[in-house]
C-alpha cells in the first residue's frame, strides 16, 4: 500500500527533540538556477524578470550520511527526501521527487519547465527539500509519527524583485464571502494585520488577501491569468500601502529588515526609494498605483 505524502505545517515549526541530531542533514544541499551557471548555498533570491525567462533550477542534494543522524528507533525505511515546490500567491504546491532513503539518493533533481510553468514561471516560488516520515507510526513524544512530519529541510525562495511577499492568499465562496459581510460576488479584499514597518518572523506576512474561488480559480486555469495576475497584484500592494500608512508616515528611518524596506527596494529603479518618497506615494494613490503597474509590467503582461 502506498502511504500518501501530506504536508503537515504550515510555517516554519521546531523540529522534534528526539530527532535534532537530523536538523542540519541537508544544510551543504545547494541550487543551480541557470545553466552552466555555479551552484549557489543560499536560501533567497531575488530575481529580475529576465531571469526568469532563461531560469532551469536543479537542486544539488548534499546529506550528511543517516549513519550519523539517524534517530534511535527509526531506519532509512521509514524516511523519504521529498523535494516539494510551492507557489503562494496561486496557492499551489507540487511534489516534484521523492526517494526512500533505502534506495539510492540522485545526485541533483531537475525542475522540468512544464513544472515552472505550472507555478507562475518560478516567480516568488519556494523550492523545499526536505527528510520526511514516510509511514505511519505510533505517537512518541518528541519523534515524527505522521508521513510528512520533517526532521530536516532546506529551502529555496526565488523572489521576483517586483512583486514582494507582502500576504497570505486565501479564496472565498459566495457563501464565506456573505458571511463576513462582503457581497457575494467580491473580487478580493485585504486583511492587513499591521507589521509593515518592523522586522518580522520568516512565514508570516503582513496581510491576509481573500480572492473569490471562482476568479482564483480562472486565474490559474485559463490564458487570462497571465494578464490578470500582475493587475490584481499592483491594486492589493496598493491596497496595503495605503491601509498600513499611519504605521510608517512618521518614521525618520525604515528598518532594513521590515517588509517596507523590501517594498523600497523593490519599487526603487537603480537604488531603494527614500523614505520620503515613499510618503509622497502614500499620499498620491494614483501616482503610487502607477508605479506599481510599471513595476509588475502590467502593460506587457495585458
Known amino acids: 500500500m502506498t ?38 548555498f543560499d536560501t533567497s533570491f531575488d530575481l529580475d524578470e529576465i531571469d526568469f525567462q532563461k531560469l532551469e533550477p536543479i537542486v544539488y542534494i548534499n546529506m550528511v550520511a543517516p549513519e550519523i543522524w539517524m534517530p534511535e528507533g527509526l531506519a532509512s525505511g521509514d524516511l523519504e527526501l521529498v523535494l516539494i515546490a510551492r507557489h503562494a500567491f496561486l496557492k499551489r504546491s507540487e511534489v516534484v521527487a521523492r526517494h526512500s532513503l533505502s534506495a539510492t539518493i540522485p545526485a541533483e533533481i531537475v525542475l522540468e519547465p512544464d513544472l515552472l510553468e505550472r507555478l507562475g514561471g518560478g ?17 512518541v513524544p518528541g519523534t515524527p509519527f505522521v508521513p510528512g512530519h520533517w526532521l530536516a529541510r532546506k529551502a529555496f525562495l526565488l523572489r521576483s524583485r517586483t512583486m514582494p511577499a507582502l500576504f497570505d492568499l486565501q479564496t472565498r465562496t459566495d457563501e464565506a464571502w456573505k458571511a463576513a459581510g462582503f457581497p457575494a460576488k467580491t473580487f478580493f479584499a485585504v486583511d492587513y494585520a499591521g507589521g509593515i514597518a518592523g522586522e518580522m518572523e520568516d512565514g508570516s506576512s503582513v496581510a491576509t488577501v481573500y480572492v473569490h474561488i471562482d476568479a482564483h480559480n480562472k486565474m490559474i486555469n485559463s490564458p487570462v491569468g497571465d494578464a490578470l495576475q500582475p493587475m490584481l497584484a499592483a491594486e492589493i500592494i496598493l491596497t496595503i500601502m495605503l491601509m498600513s500608512f499611519a504605521d510608517w508616515k512618521d518614521l525618520d528611518s525604515i528598518d532594513p529588515a521590515s517588509p517596507l524596506a523590501t517594498l523600497a527596494k523593490q519599487l526603487g529603479n537603480d537604488s531603494p526609494l527614500g523614505l520620503e518618497d515613499l510618503k509622497k506615494l502614500g499620499n498620491d494613490t494614483a501616482k503610487l498605483r502607477a508605479l506599481l503597474q510599471d513595476r509588475l509590467s502590467v502593460v506587457r503582461a495585458i
Open 3 to 40: 502511504i500518501a505524502w501530506h504536508r503537515t505545517e504550515p510555517r516554519d515549526v521546531r523540529p522534534f527533540f528526539e530527532t535534532a541530531k537530523a536538523e542540519n542533514a541537508l544544510d551543504d544541499s545547494g541550487i543551480r538556477l541557470f545553466a552552466n551557471d555555479d551552484t549557489l
Open 123 to 139: 516567480r516568488n516560488l519556494q523550492i523545499t527539500l526536505a527528510l520526511c516520515l514516510a509511514t505511519d507510526r505510533d505517537p
